[in-house]
T-cell receptor
Framework: DAKTTQPPSMDCAEGRAANLPCNHS???????VYWYRQIHSQGPQYIIH???NNETNEMASLIITEDRKSSTLILPHATLRDTAVYYCIPANFGNEKLTFGTGTRLTIIP | DVKVTQSSRYLVKRTGEKVFLECVQDMDHENMFWYRQDPGLGLRLIYF???????EKGDIPEGYSVSREKKERFSLILESASTNQTSMYLC????????????FGPGTRLTVT
């Protein structure tokens, strides 16, 4: 499995876009990038995933670089409820086993 | 909505006790998982199951066993609890081999004294 590097913590002002980077330089060709988040006292929650094209859903956008060695999760208009730990996880599609690292603790500042 | 429930939010047990953590999902998912979460270490996979009576070891299976007698229920067993098993335990489920989304329960905070 590819290793990931994420900043341990970030702050973002409420209403601004939160951009969370992830480096996954050892990702293999058939590995997707999954993003999950974990709000305090809850289990992790799936956000989005992608292979090489940029993806968008109702929660977030995912930008993957052309060489696929890094990606950025974008929360376009952060709210206080987006305060959470965000995990970037490379894995094969349909691979039941996800390896969660320590993630980025995002704090949204009022 | 998918629901994954865990039998307790908080549990306190003594060293040497046998501990059962229960997880139930209501969406007919094939796959179920047990993780533990510790500060600075993230989530680590203990065991998972892709079918009834099937199980596979995760990254840290030592000191644990699991049971899956029914599709909706996955139990984690600590045969003889030790203080280093004090942790947050999270259960998850997912649908089949093409699922990219795991659904997590709220977690059980286990303290072993």
């Amino acid at each position: 499995d590819a290793k990931t590097t994420q900043p341990p913590s970030m702050d973002c002002a409420e209403g601004r876009a939160a951009n969370l980077p992830c480096n996954h330089s050892t990702i293999s060709g058939n590995e997707y990038v999954y993003w999950y988040r974990q709000i305090h006292s809850q289990g992790p929650q799936y956000i989005i995933h992608g292979l090489k094209n940029n993806e968008t859903n109702e929660m977030a956008s995912l930008i993957i670089t052309e060489d696929r060695k890094s990606s950025t999760l974008i929360l376009p208009h952060a709210t206080l409820r987006d305060t959470a730990v965000y995990y970037c996880i490379p894995a094969n599609f349909g691979n039941e086993k996800l390896t969660f690292g320590t993630g980025t603790r995002l704090t949204i500042i009022p | 909505d998918v629901k994954v429930t865990q039998s307790s939010r908080y549990l306190v047990k003594r060293t040497g006790e046998k501990v059962f953590l229960e997880c139930v999902q209501d969406m007919d998912h094939e796959n179920m998982f047990w993780y533990r979460q510790d500060p600075g270490l993230g989530l680590r996979l203990i065991y998972f199951s892709y079918d009834v009576k099937m199980k596979e070891k995760g990254d840290i299976p030592e000191g644990y066993s699991v049971s899956r007698e029914k599709k909706e229920r996955f139990s984690l067993i600590l045969e003889s609890a030790s203080t280093n098993q004090t942790s947050m335990y999270l259960c998850a489920s997912s649908y089949g081999s093409t699922s990219y989304e795991q659904y997590f329960g709220p977690g059980t905070r286990l303290t072993v004294t």
